[in-house]
């Protein structure tokens, strides 16, 4: 069935960096935009990172615009965060979500998250 | 962005139907019909439930519903289980390819 196994997370410092990555199975990948969601511990869920179909265009939130980066591989089916100048803030479950998109007129949305991963942990601390 | 408001908790006993608000602004919920909702059990994978304010992806049961009025949005879950305990969240596009989600709502049945 659709699946998406991330994989990357662990213990890093402040202000050092890290990969997730996100494996996508049984669907064609390369037809969908890829979000990661994360989750604080005790806080609610928070979209963090949005990259279009074919990686033409990338969005971010304000909490992480400029430290992280969001990319795919529509050859090997991955996902992957590049997380840099990491913070305490940061520490979060992270999600890699499969979107769904309508047309609005002829603006492509990416309004909804149809399948999620398990997700994988990071936490910053020194 | 600020997240959409939702109340921290509802409750309801078996059988009973339940709504659970989404409060936005005009910039977000009341520009859009992009309003989607969440159920996540502690420990899974969150999944979806409603899109475009009350459309239900297949396999989801129908007592979930959706509804939008101006800038506020509702989950209605009828027929209450105890399966159905979890935390709720709403989730509406602003705009300019980003997202922002609700602070998210546990509901208890009792």
């Known amino acids: 069935q659709v699946q998406l196994v991330e994989s990357g997370g662990g213990v890093v410092q402040p202000g050092r960096s890290l990969r997730l990555s996100c494996a996508a199975s049984a669907f064609t990948f390369s037809n969908y935009g890829m979000h990661w969601v994360r989750q604080a511990p005790g806080k609610g869920l928070e979209w963090v990172a949005l990259?279009?179909?074919?990686?033409?265009?990338?969005y971010y939130a304000d909490s992480v615009k400029g430290r992280f980066t969001i990319s795919r591989d529509n050859s090997k089916n991955t996902l992957s965060l590049h997380m840099n100048s990491l913070r305490a803030e940061d520490t979060a479950v992270y999600y890699c979500v499969r979107s769904l998109a309508s047309y609005s007129g002829d603006d492509l949305i990416n309004h909804a998250f149809d399948v999620w991963g398990h997700g994988t942990t990071v936490t910053v601390s020194s | 962005q600020s997240a959409l408001t939702q109340p921290a908790s509802v409750s309801g006993s078996p059988g009973q139907s339940i709504t659970i608000s989404c409060t936005g602004t005009?910039?977000?919920?009341?520009?859009?019909?992009?309003v989607s909702w969440y159920q996540h059990h502690p420990g899974k994978a969150p999944k979806f439930m409603i899109y475009e304010v009350s459309k239900r992806p297949s396999g989801v049961s129908n007592r979930f519903s959706g509804s939008k009025s101006g800038n506020t949005a509702s989950l209605t879950i009828s027929g209450l289980q105890a399966d159905d305990e979890a935390d709720y969240y709403c989730c509406s596009y602003a705009g300019s390819s980003t997202l922002i989600f609700g602070g998210g709502t546990k509901l208890t049945v009792l």
């Open positions: 990259i279009w179909y074919d990686g033409s265009d990338k």
């Open positions: 005009s910039s977000d919920v009341g520009s859009y019909n992009f």
